[in-house]
Protein backbone atom coordinates (compact mmCIF):
# COMPACT_ATOMS: atom_id res chain seq x y z
CA UNK A 1 0.00 0.00 0.00
CA UNK A 2 1.22 3.82 -0.07
CA UNK A 3 3.33 3.36 3.24
CA UNK A 4 5.64 0.78 1.16
CA UNK A 5 5.95 3.62 -0.89
CA UNK A 6 6.78 6.44 1.15
CA UNK A 7 9.77 4.17 2.77
CA UNK A 8 12.99 4.69 1.13
CA UNK A 9 14.29 2.50 -2.12
CA UNK A 10 17.13 1.66 0.11
CA UNK A 11 14.90 0.35 2.64
CA UNK A 12 12.86 -1.62 -0.06
CA UNK A 13 15.67 -3.49 -1.87
CA UNK A 14 16.78 -4.64 2.30
CA UNK A 15 13.79 -5.89 2.42
CA UNK A 16 13.35 -7.67 -0.76
CA UNK A 17 17.13 -9.10 -0.49
CA UNK A 18 15.58 -10.66 2.68
CA UNK A 19 12.78 -12.21 1.01
CA UNK A 20 10.08 -10.24 2.65
CA UNK A 21 8.98 -7.99 -0.50
CA UNK A 22 5.76 -8.90 0.06
CA UNK A 23 5.51 -7.10 3.04
CA UNK A 24 2.27 -6.07 4.54
CA UNK A 25 1.79 -2.04 4.69
CA UNK A 26 2.52 -1.40 8.73
CA UNK A 27 3.49 -4.89 9.68
CA UNK A 28 0.21 -6.00 10.52
CA UNK A 29 -2.76 -8.25 9.83
CA UNK A 30 -6.29 -6.74 9.89
CA UNK A 31 -7.98 -9.74 9.51
CA UNK A 32 -11.26 -10.49 7.79
CA UNK A 33 -15.49 -10.42 8.65
CA UNK A 34 -14.76 -14.17 8.14
CA UNK A 35 -11.67 -14.32 10.92
CA UNK A 36 -13.47 -12.44 13.22
CA UNK A 37 -16.42 -14.22 13.11
CA UNK A 38 -14.64 -18.05 13.44
CA UNK A 39 -12.74 -16.33 16.25
CA UNK A 40 -15.77 -14.59 17.65
CA UNK A 41 -18.17 -18.20 17.68
CA UNK A 42 -14.97 -20.24 18.75
CA UNK A 43 -14.83 -17.76 22.12
CA UNK A 44 -18.70 -17.92 22.28
CA UNK A 45 -18.56 -21.92 22.27
CA UNK A 46 -15.43 -21.94 25.25
CA UNK A 47 -16.92 -19.63 27.17
CA UNK A 48 -20.06 -20.86 27.26
CA UNK A 49 -19.23 -24.56 28.31
CA UNK A 50 -17.20 -23.99 31.28
CA UNK A 51 -20.04 -21.34 32.42
CA UNK A 52 -22.66 -24.13 31.75
CA UNK A 53 -20.16 -27.06 33.64
CA UNK A 54 -19.68 -24.68 36.76
CA UNK A 55 -23.25 -23.51 36.92
CA UNK A 56 -24.74 -26.94 36.73
CA UNK A 57 -22.79 -27.64 39.41
CA UNK A 58 -19.49 -29.32 37.57
CA UNK A 59 -18.81 -33.01 37.62
CA UNK A 60 -18.52 -35.22 40.26
CA UNK A 61 -14.34 -34.79 40.53
CA UNK A 62 -13.43 -31.04 41.49
CA UNK A 63 -10.12 -31.56 39.66
CA UNK A 64 -11.57 -32.74 36.54
CA UNK A 65 -13.97 -29.60 36.16
CA UNK A 66 -10.93 -27.16 36.91
CA UNK A 67 -8.82 -29.04 34.53
CA UNK A 68 -11.65 -28.51 32.43
CA UNK A 69 -12.58 -25.10 33.02
CA UNK A 70 -8.83 -23.64 32.70
CA UNK A 71 -7.87 -26.32 29.80
CA UNK A 72 -11.03 -24.09 27.62
CA UNK A 73 -9.56 -20.80 28.90
CA UNK A 74 -6.36 -21.50 27.60
CA UNK A 75 -8.16 -22.98 24.35
CA UNK A 76 -9.88 -19.59 24.39
CA UNK A 77 -6.61 -17.39 24.84
CA UNK A 78 -5.17 -19.10 22.06
CA UNK A 79 -7.81 -18.42 19.65
CA UNK A 80 -8.48 -14.59 20.89
CA UNK A 81 -4.39 -14.38 20.41
CA UNK A 82 -5.09 -15.67 17.33
CA UNK A 83 -8.27 -14.43 15.76
CA UNK A 84 -8.37 -10.88 17.32
CA UNK A 85 -4.61 -9.94 18.15
CA UNK A 86 -3.74 -11.18 14.78
CA UNK A 87 -0.27 -12.91 16.46
CA UNK A 88 1.79 -15.19 13.45
CA UNK A 89 5.48 -15.59 13.56
CA UNK A 90 5.71 -12.60 10.71
CA UNK A 91 4.14 -9.06 11.95
CA UNK A 92 7.02 -7.08 12.59
CA UNK A 93 9.56 -9.35 11.44
CA UNK A 94 8.70 -11.46 14.14
CA UNK A 95 9.71 -9.20 17.07
CA UNK A 96 6.10 -9.49 18.58
CA UNK A 97 6.38 -12.84 18.75
CA UNK A 98 9.83 -12.79 20.76
CA UNK A 99 8.25 -10.43 22.82
CA UNK A 100 5.06 -12.56 23.79
CA UNK A 101 7.20 -15.81 24.23
CA UNK A 102 9.55 -13.60 26.50
CA UNK A 103 7.04 -12.35 28.23
CA UNK A 104 5.25 -15.90 28.70
CA UNK A 105 8.32 -17.41 29.74
CA UNK A 106 8.31 -14.42 32.92
CA UNK A 107 4.96 -14.96 33.07
CA UNK A 108 4.73 -18.72 34.20
CA UNK A 109 7.92 -18.27 36.49
CA UNK A 110 6.30 -15.96 38.15
CA UNK A 111 3.14 -17.31 38.34
CA UNK A 112 4.58 -21.06 39.48
CA UNK A 113 7.22 -19.95 41.73
CA UNK A 114 4.95 -17.57 43.66
CA UNK A 115 2.51 -20.17 44.43
CA UNK A 116 5.09 -23.26 44.84
CA UNK A 117 6.80 -21.41 47.48
CA UNK A 118 3.83 -19.86 49.09
CA UNK A 119 2.18 -23.19 49.56
CA UNK A 120 5.28 -24.43 51.11
CA UNK A 121 5.52 -21.26 53.49
CA UNK A 122 1.92 -22.26 54.28
CA UNK A 123 2.31 -26.11 54.74
CA UNK A 124 5.64 -26.21 56.75
CA UNK A 125 6.03 -22.76 58.83
CA UNK A 126 2.96 -22.49 59.81
CA UNK A 127 2.73 -21.98 63.58
CA UNK A 128 0.94 -25.44 64.61
CA UNK A 129 3.48 -27.31 62.77
CA UNK A 130 5.96 -26.87 65.80
CA UNK A 131 3.25 -27.86 68.31
CA UNK A 132 2.94 -30.76 66.75
CA UNK A 133 6.83 -31.42 66.51
CA UNK A 134 6.93 -30.81 69.89
CA UNK A 135 4.15 -33.23 70.44
CA UNK A 136 2.27 -30.01 72.31
CA UNK A 137 -0.82 -30.85 70.03
CA UNK A 138 -2.59 -28.46 67.91
CA UNK B 1 48.08 3.10 4.71
CA UNK B 2 47.46 5.67 2.22
CA UNK B 3 45.31 3.46 0.18
CA UNK B 4 43.19 2.56 2.95
CA UNK B 5 42.25 6.47 4.18
CA UNK B 6 41.42 7.06 0.38
CA UNK B 7 38.43 4.92 0.27
CA UNK B 8 35.09 6.78 1.32
CA UNK B 9 33.49 6.22 4.13
CA UNK B 10 30.19 5.90 2.09
CA UNK B 11 31.26 2.85 0.64
CA UNK B 12 31.23 0.77 3.74
CA UNK B 13 28.60 2.51 5.82
CA UNK B 14 25.19 4.16 5.22
CA UNK B 15 26.00 7.48 6.45
CA UNK B 16 22.57 8.53 5.62
CA UNK B 17 20.19 8.09 8.73
CA UNK B 18 17.88 5.50 8.28
CA UNK B 19 14.43 6.44 7.17
CA UNK B 20 11.50 4.60 8.92
CA UNK B 21 8.11 6.03 7.42
CA UNK B 22 6.26 7.89 10.62
CA UNK B 23 4.85 5.57 13.44
CA UNK B 24 6.58 2.44 11.66
CA UNK B 25 7.52 0.95 15.16
CA UNK B 26 4.52 2.62 16.65
CA UNK B 27 2.91 -1.37 16.66
CA UNK B 28 5.90 -3.12 17.96
CA UNK B 29 6.41 -0.21 20.93
CA UNK B 30 2.77 -0.42 21.43
CA UNK B 31 2.70 -4.41 21.84
CA UNK B 32 5.74 -4.44 24.23
CA UNK B 33 3.68 -1.89 26.30
CA UNK B 34 0.89 -4.77 26.39
CA UNK B 35 3.63 -7.29 27.34
CA UNK B 36 4.92 -5.47 30.70
CA UNK B 37 1.08 -4.95 31.31
CA UNK B 38 0.56 -8.38 31.30
CA UNK B 39 3.50 -8.83 33.31
CA UNK B 40 1.57 -6.24 36.31
CA UNK B 41 -1.37 -8.56 35.52
CA UNK B 42 0.45 -11.95 36.20
CA UNK B 43 1.71 -10.61 39.55
CA UNK B 44 -1.96 -9.54 40.69
CA UNK B 45 -3.05 -13.00 39.50
CA UNK B 46 -0.20 -14.63 41.77
CA UNK B 47 -1.32 -12.39 44.83
CA UNK B 48 -4.36 -13.93 43.98
CA UNK B 49 -3.38 -17.58 43.59
CA UNK B 50 -1.28 -16.96 46.41
CA UNK B 51 -4.32 -14.95 49.05
CA UNK B 52 -7.44 -16.31 47.20
CA UNK B 53 -7.88 -19.14 49.96
CA UNK B 54 -7.65 -17.15 53.27
CA UNK B 55 -10.97 -15.80 54.30
CA UNK B 56 -10.07 -14.56 58.10
CA UNK B 57 -13.52 -16.28 58.96
CA UNK B 58 -15.56 -13.90 56.37
CA UNK B 59 -17.31 -14.69 53.44
CA UNK B 60 -16.08 -16.72 50.43
CA UNK B 61 -16.10 -16.71 46.93
CA UNK B 62 -19.52 -19.09 47.24
CA UNK B 63 -20.91 -16.87 49.81
CA UNK B 64 -20.68 -13.90 47.46
CA UNK B 65 -19.95 -14.07 43.53
CA UNK B 66 -22.91 -14.21 41.05
CA UNK B 67 -21.77 -16.33 38.17
CA UNK B 68 -24.67 -15.18 35.92
CA UNK B 69 -23.39 -11.64 36.78
CA UNK B 70 -20.04 -12.70 35.52
CA UNK B 71 -21.26 -14.24 32.17
CA UNK B 72 -23.79 -11.46 31.29
CA UNK B 73 -20.28 -9.10 31.72
CA UNK B 74 -17.91 -11.97 29.89
CA UNK B 75 -20.80 -11.50 26.85
CA UNK B 76 -21.07 -7.48 27.13
CA UNK B 77 -16.51 -7.90 26.55
CA UNK B 78 -16.47 -10.84 24.00
CA UNK B 79 -19.28 -8.69 22.12
CA UNK B 80 -17.27 -5.41 22.44
CA UNK B 81 -14.65 -7.78 20.95
CA UNK B 82 -16.24 -8.52 18.01
CA UNK B 83 -17.74 -5.25 17.00
CA UNK B 84 -14.30 -3.80 18.05
CA UNK B 85 -13.01 -5.95 15.22
CA UNK B 86 -15.94 -4.35 12.70
CA UNK B 87 -14.61 -1.05 13.57
CA UNK B 88 -11.05 -1.97 12.50
CA UNK B 89 -12.20 -3.97 9.06
CA UNK B 90 -14.62 -0.49 8.26
CA UNK B 91 -11.36 1.12 8.86
CA UNK B 92 -9.47 -0.84 6.30
CA UNK B 93 -12.20 -0.24 4.22
CA UNK B 94 -12.18 3.61 4.52
CA UNK B 95 -15.73 4.01 5.53
CA UNK B 96 -15.24 7.01 7.91
CA UNK B 97 -18.89 6.62 9.63
CA UNK B 98 -19.01 2.83 10.08
CA UNK B 99 -16.08 3.08 11.94
CA UNK B 100 -17.26 5.36 13.97
CA UNK B 101 -20.46 3.96 14.37
CA UNK B 102 -18.89 0.54 15.49
CA UNK B 103 -16.86 1.99 18.05
CA UNK B 104 -20.45 3.57 19.18
CA UNK B 105 -21.38 0.05 19.59
CA UNK B 106 -18.27 -0.94 21.06
CA UNK B 107 -18.50 1.54 23.57
CA UNK B 108 -22.11 0.66 24.47
CA UNK B 109 -20.78 -2.38 25.86
CA UNK B 110 -17.68 -1.47 27.26
CA UNK B 111 -19.85 0.98 29.55
CA UNK B 112 -22.18 -1.64 30.10
CA UNK B 113 -19.42 -4.04 31.56
CA UNK B 114 -18.50 -1.10 33.80
CA UNK B 115 -21.55 -0.19 35.48
CA UNK B 116 -22.76 -4.36 36.22
CA UNK B 117 -18.83 -4.65 37.34
CA UNK B 118 -19.55 -1.10 39.87
CA UNK B 119 -23.06 -2.57 40.61
CA UNK B 120 -21.16 -5.70 41.77
CA UNK B 121 -18.55 -4.16 44.11
CA UNK B 122 -21.28 -1.69 45.06
CA UNK B 123 -22.88 -4.85 46.26
CA UNK B 124 -20.30 -6.76 47.79
CA UNK B 125 -19.19 -3.66 49.76
CA UNK B 126 -22.79 -3.53 51.74
CA UNK B 127 -22.73 -6.77 52.16
CA UNK B 128 -19.40 -5.77 54.23
CA UNK B 129 -17.15 -8.08 52.10
CA UNK B 130 -15.02 -4.97 50.91
CA UNK B 131 -11.24 -4.87 50.33
CA UNK B 132 -10.39 -4.63 53.74
CA UNK B 133 -12.37 -7.69 54.54
CA UNK B 134 -9.73 -10.42 53.67
CA UNK B 135 -7.18 -10.87 52.37
CA UNK B 136 -8.88 -12.77 49.63
CA UNK B 137 -11.04 -9.87 49.05
CA UNK B 138 -8.45 -7.51 49.32
CA UNK B 139 -6.42 -9.54 46.49
CA UNK B 140 -10.29 -9.75 44.23
CA UNK B 141 -10.33 -6.18 44.43
CA UNK B 142 -7.05 -5.26 43.70
CA UNK B 143 -7.04 -7.40 40.46
CA UNK B 144 -10.39 -7.08 39.31
CA UNK B 145 -10.52 -3.60 40.27
CA UNK B 146 -7.14 -3.18 37.71
CA UNK B 147 -8.98 -5.02 34.99
CA UNK B 148 -11.93 -2.66 35.35
CA UNK B 149 -9.80 0.21 35.70
CA UNK B 150 -8.50 -0.56 32.12
CA UNK B 151 -11.80 -1.12 30.42
CA UNK B 152 -12.73 2.42 32.02
CA UNK B 153 -9.74 4.10 30.34
CA UNK B 154 -10.04 2.09 27.31
CA UNK B 155 -13.70 3.51 27.34
CA UNK B 156 -11.89 7.41 27.46
CA UNK B 157 -9.29 6.76 25.16
CA UNK B 158 -12.49 5.34 23.18
CA UNK B 159 -14.38 8.59 22.93
CA UNK B 160 -10.96 10.77 22.32
CA UNK B 161 -10.51 8.65 18.77
CA UNK B 162 -14.03 8.79 17.75
CA UNK B 163 -13.88 12.83 18.40
CA UNK B 164 -10.68 12.60 16.72
CA UNK B 165 -11.84 10.29 13.93
CA UNK B 166 -15.26 12.81 13.86
CA UNK B 167 -12.91 15.81 13.01
CA UNK B 168 -10.00 14.71 11.04
CA UNK B 169 -11.01 12.04 9.08
CA UNK B 170 -9.42 8.00 9.16
CA UNK B 171 -5.96 10.21 8.46
CA UNK B 172 -2.53 8.06 9.05
CA UNK B 173 -2.32 8.84 12.56
CA UNK B 174 -5.80 8.08 13.47
CA UNK B 175 -5.87 4.53 11.83
CA UNK B 176 -2.45 4.13 14.09
CA UNK B 177 -4.24 4.90 16.84
CA UNK B 178 -6.70 2.71 16.18
CA UNK B 179 -4.94 -0.30 15.48
CA UNK B 180 -3.44 0.41 18.66
CA UNK B 181 -6.70 0.60 20.81
CA UNK B 182 -7.44 -2.49 18.76
CA UNK B 183 -4.81 -4.06 20.56
CA UNK B 184 -5.38 -2.84 24.09
CA UNK B 185 -9.18 -3.32 23.84
CA UNK B 186 -8.48 -7.51 22.49
CA UNK B 187 -5.93 -7.53 25.49
CA UNK B 188 -8.31 -6.85 28.06
CA UNK B 189 -10.38 -9.33 27.05
CA UNK B 190 -7.87 -11.86 26.80
CA UNK B 191 -6.92 -10.45 30.65
CA UNK B 192 -10.88 -11.09 31.94
CA UNK B 193 -10.97 -14.92 30.57
CA UNK B 194 -8.23 -14.77 33.15
CA UNK B 195 -10.01 -13.31 35.53
CA UNK B 196 -13.42 -15.01 35.27
CA UNK B 197 -11.37 -18.63 34.90
CA UNK B 198 -9.31 -18.34 37.74
CA UNK B 199 -11.30 -16.12 40.26
CA UNK B 200 -14.80 -16.62 39.40
CA UNK B 201 -15.30 -20.20 37.90
CA UNK B 202 -12.34 -21.64 40.07
CA UNK B 203 -13.72 -20.30 43.14
CA UNK B 204 -17.36 -21.81 42.67
CA UNK B 205 -16.75 -25.24 42.09
Known sequence: ?138 | MSTVSQTPPGDFWEVEPHHHHEGASTSIGFWVYLMSDCLMFAILFAVFGVLGTSYAAGPGPKDLFDLELVALNTAFLLLSSITYGFAMLAMVKGSRNGTLAWLAVTLVFGLSFLAVELYEFNHLIHLGAGPQRSAFLSSFFALVGTHGLHVAFGCLWLVTLMIQVGQRGLIDANRRRLSCLSMFWHFLDVIWIGVFTFVYLLGMI
Open chain 1, 1 to 138: MSSIEAQGDKHRATRQAEGQGDHHDDGQDHGSVRSYMTGFILSVILTAIPFAVVMGGGFESRLLTAAVVVGLAVVQILVHMVYFLHMNTRSDEGWTMMALIFTVVILVIVLAGSLWVMYHMNTNMMPQMDHEALGLGS
